[in-house]
């Protein structure tokens, strides 16, 4: 894989990412009545999510 083609598939990757985490973000705020752990689970999961995202450079 060339240079221009990772930059491409890294930023897509960080697109969708970025996608993901707001899909989580929407879904705790939408379920009012989520326990307690599944509230840790859904905001761990964002959080790993926005951290890989942070991480990409392009």
């Known amino acids: 894989m060339n240079l221009a083609e990772r930059t491409v598939q890294l930023a897509h990757l960080k697109d969708k990412m970025r996608e993901l985490e707001v899909l989580f973000e929407e879904t705790e705020a939408a379920i009012g009545d989520m326990t307690d752990e ?13 951290y890989h995202a942070s991480k990409l450079k392009v």
């Open 38 to 50: 599944e509230k840790r689970s859904f905001k761990g999961l964002a959080s790993a999510i926005e």
